[in-house]
């Protein structure tokens, strides 16, 4: 059974920062893109940032340029997401999206190109 596990999440200040980690388990994503993705209450779920199956290509979000990094280690089949001067607007719960198709040429960006999705981490930034 495939299993994405974010964990990270929490109460953080404005300025703040945090990382947030998605572990997958019963099957490797070497070769697969991963993303993360956020929705807040009453909002749809949006895109955060994605990373291609190498680790060489990342996109983020306009919202999130500068501030946020996001990595892999595909020996550990682990994807982070860093967190650097959080905002009030950043409030959300963050979920973690992994591709089935293998080697792709593009990194996608919508929620419908990803197979597989963990369960969520809540990140709540006070003002």
């Known amino acids: 059974q495939v299993q994405l596990v974010e964990s990270g999440g929490g109460l953080v200040q404005a300025g703040g920062s945090l990382r947030l980690s998605c572990a997958a388990s019963?099957?490797?994503?070497?070769?697969?893109?991963m993303g993360w993705f956020r929705q807040a209450p009453g909002k749809a779920r949006e895109f955060v940032a994605a990373?291609?199956?190498?680790?060489?290509?990342?996109h983020y979000a306009d919202s999130v340029k500068g501030r946020f990094t996001i990595s892999r280690d595909n020996a550990k089949n682990t994807m982070y997401l860093r967190m650097n001067s959080l905002k009030p607007e950043d409030t959300a719960v963050y979920y973690c999206?992994?591709?089935?198709?293998?080697?792709?040429?593009?990194?996608?960006?919508?929620?419908?190109?990803?197979?597989?999705w963990g369960q969520g981490t809540l990140v709540t930034v006070s003002s």
């Open positions: 999206a992994a591709d089935k198709s293998d080697y792709r040429f593009n990194i996608p960006t919508m929620p419908a190109s990803y197979d597989y």
């Open positions: 019963g099957r490797t994503f070497s070769t697969n893109d």
């Open positions: 990373i291609s199956w190498s680790g060489g290509n990342t």
